[in-house]
């Protein structure tokens, strides 16, 4: 299981986050939601050990994980889809997918998962993960490498930040695969259809954890509360996205 404990991080004088506590248990999938500015993705860079909490610890099965940096803990099973997809010149989808053949993928779970993530076999496996292809194709490329990866755990920061109108359907396949894998997602977002599809979730604001639980209930309450309280006094309802 992985856990913040009391996770608080200030920085610049400014506490970002306020002793956050959360658990994520294997087999499940989890959402963290909350508006702009809330600490959804600072909370994601404390799970992968991008930036080092102020106060409290990152636990993976009790051990303390706080210390470790990015690629220790990707060693651990613990990947991240960056809102921002990476380039890679010269370096074609395929061999991007299988880490130059390192990797040992089907052809068959190649295609499936391409197609999955909406990109077609054919038309991709041999294109150049470059600026010839949009911003939205490359998110779509990181997700499969994700879902070909395996890992324990799969922190999804705005997934569908940049994709299209079908990206709530893309978001329901990406879930039902992981879950068949038995890849643990931590999925960030700041739309409460995206959140309803996990299991639970965490609704935080202003760096603060406000309510978990199922994700039905939580987003019911996010609709209900959000904009409405002091933590966001200036955030109206027709302002939220
Ligand atoms: N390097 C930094 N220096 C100062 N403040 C920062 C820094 N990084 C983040 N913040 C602030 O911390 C708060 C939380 O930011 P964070 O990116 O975690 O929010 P978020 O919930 O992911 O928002 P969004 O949905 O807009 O991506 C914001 O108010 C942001 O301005």
Avoid at 56 to 75: F, H, M, S, W
Avoid at 192 to 206: L, S, W
Wanted: hydrophobic share 35%; with cysteine; net charge neutral.
């Amino acid at each position: 299981m992985l856990c913040l404990r009391d996770i608080t991080y200030e920085r610049n004088g400014r506490r970002i986050l306020s002793e956050i506590n959360m658990k994520f248990q294997e087999g499940m999938s989890y959402s963290i939601l909350g508006p702009n500015g809330a600490g959804k993705s600072t909370i994601a860079q404390v799970l992968m050990g991008v930036v080092k909490p102020t106060g409290g610890e990152v636990l993976l099965d009790e051990r303390d994980i706080t210390g470790l940096n990015v690629t220790e803990r990707a060693r651990l099973g613990i990947t991240l889809l960056w809102q921002e997809p990476a380039r890679y010149d010269g370096i074609t989808v395929k061999e991007y997918l299988t880490l130059g053949g390192k990797v040992k993928v089907d052809k068959n779970e190649l295609k499936e998962v391409l197609e999955l993530v909406g990109l077609p076999y054919e038309l991709y496996a041999h294109r150049f993960v470059d600026k010839s292809l949009s911003g939205g194709e490359r998110k779509r490329i990181e997700l499969a490498s994700l879902l070909l990866l395996r890992s324990r755990y799969a922190i999804l920061d705005e997934p569908d930040s940049g994709l299209d109108i079908t990206a709530g359907e893309l978001i329901e396949n990406v879930l039902e695969y992981f879950r068949k894998v038995g890849t643990t997602v931590i999925l960030i977002t700041h739309h409460e259809e995206i959140a309803a599809k996990t299991d639970f979730a965490y609704f935080v604001c202003a760096g603060r954890l406000l309510k978990k639980g199922f994700s039905r209930e939580v987003v019911d309450y996010y609709k209900k509360t959000c904009g409405r309280c002091f933590l966001t006094g200036m955030v109206g309802d027709d302002d939220k996205d």
